[in-house]
């Protein structure tokens, strides 16, 4: 099982910036899909993002493409979520996911490809 820790979010106005961090521990090397999913209050939770931890491979779920990147620094076990020219539609508690699978076009924002969850991060974005 592999421990995963969000931080990063914040209360920011429209418009703005952040850059969310998910650290895993030492059971990183077990992962090859990271994921982003964040959850609305009265929503279901839904895939942002995701990196294949082995290269280069990206995901991203239309409403964030061109504004949301997903990037990995694997020397820190690290998976980052840059989102700039954020809106109010953004806000949410944001989770990173880690999965033993490698991500795939068709599977990466089933939420049953990950085996392990972060405690989240919350991102308010007003107008």
């Known amino acids: 099982q592999v421990q995963l820790s969000e931080s990063g979010g914040g209360s920011v106005q429209s418009g703005s910036s952040l850059k969310l961090s998910c650290v895993a521990d030492e059971y990183y090397l077990s992962v090859n899909c990271m994921g982003w999913f964040r959850e609305a209050p009265g929503q279901e939770r839904e895939a942002v993002a995701a990196i294949y931890t082995g290269g280069t491979m990206t995901y991203y779920t239309d409403s964030v493409k061109g504004r949301f990147t997903v990037s990995q620094d694997n020397a820190k076990n690290t998976m980052y979520l840059q989102m700039n020219n954020l809106r109010p539609e953004d806000t949410a508690m944001y989770y990173c996911?880690?999965?033993?699978?490698?991500?795939?076009?068709?599977?990466?924002?089933?939420?049953?490809?990950?085996?392990?969850w972060g405690q989240g991060t919350q991102v308010t974005v007003s107008s």
């Open positions: 996911a880690a999965s033993s699978l490698r991500c795939r076009p068709s599977t990466w924002f089933w939420q049953s490809e990950y085996n392990d």
